[in-house]
């Protein structure tokens, strides 16, 4: 499920697997499609924004304890996963050219 598309023609999303876990993909404008999981048991990842410096932002899902916590990916594929300081639930759903992530903290 493709999410987000940036202004060089990258686009960001998921997909689903056969056990219907949710998996994250980059496709690059030439074509070259890269999915990515976010380390730390994680089973569920939506890849909800990028920007035009190839930085995704979303969220990941552990389905067996209801623990969500937001992402960065940057353009080298390093993935940070964060919470905002007394916010245990968080979900990114964008990113701007700068890095900076919006989304929502439920506490």
Do not use: E, Q, W
């Not at 023609?9 to 999915?35: E, K, Q, W």
């Not at 304890?65 to 990916?73: D, E, G, M, Y």
């Amino acid at each position: 499920m493709p999410l987000a598309i940036n202004a060089k023609g990258a686009i960001a999303g998921y997909y689903f697997d056969s056990s219907d876990f949710r998996h994250g993909f980059l496709r690059s404008p030439n074509g070259t499609i890269v999915t990515f999981d976010v380390p730390g048991g994680f089973d569920h990842v939506f890849a909800n924004s990028i920007n035009n410096n190839g930085d995704i932002a979303g969220y990941a899902y552990i389905s067996s304890s209801s623990v969500f916590r937001a992402f960065l990916r940057t353009s080298d594929g390093t993935i940070t996963v964060f919470n905002p300081s007394g916010c245990p639930t968080s979900f990114a759903s964008g990113i701007n050219f700068d890095g900076t992530i919006v989304g929502n903290c439920y506490a």
